[in-house]
């Protein structure tokens, strides 16, 4: 199992899935941005000003300092859902390019190789021996 996981790692597998976490939570953050700073301020704006982040249902008003309130945060809920709908297309878009590129690249079909120098002067002697024997 050691030998197995160590062929695993080296092939560079592990650092394929290294590199798509850490893109993965840099490009987490990015949508988290454009649905704070850039999506959910004018869609506020067009509800009449409200701040999503803000909404919560209150269950229990808070008591004091050691009992605070209970509250079903939804605005929060809501623009966690915006955020997963962003990177759920952005993947799907994504996605699709890929496999735009691999039906581009599968349907060309492959050049042939160029002769080597050897076998230009082979075909030259071929084409010299069919000429003085005609």
Do not use: C, W
């Amino acid at each position: 199992m050691l030998k197995e996981f160590k062929e695993f790692a080296i092939k560079g597998n592990m650092i394929d899935m290294a590199v798509g976490i850490i893109i993965g939570a840099a490009f987490g953050g990015v949508v988290k941005s454009l649905v704070d700073d850039v999506i959910m301020p004018p869609l506020g704006f067009l509800t009449g000003g409200l701040d999503f982040k803000d909404k919560s249902l209150v269950l229990k008003p808070a008591i004091d300092a050691t009992h605070p309130a209970v509250a079903l945060r939804y605005g929060t809920f809501l623009t966690v859902i915006i955020n997963f709908l962003i990177v759920s297309f952005a993947i799907f878009m994504l996605v699709k390019v890929i496999q735009r590129l691999k039906k581009e690249k599968a349907a060309a079909p492959p050049s042939p190789p160029e002769p080597t120098k050897e076998e230009l002067l082979l075909i030259e002697i071929r084409d010299l021996l069919k000429a003085k024997s005609l």
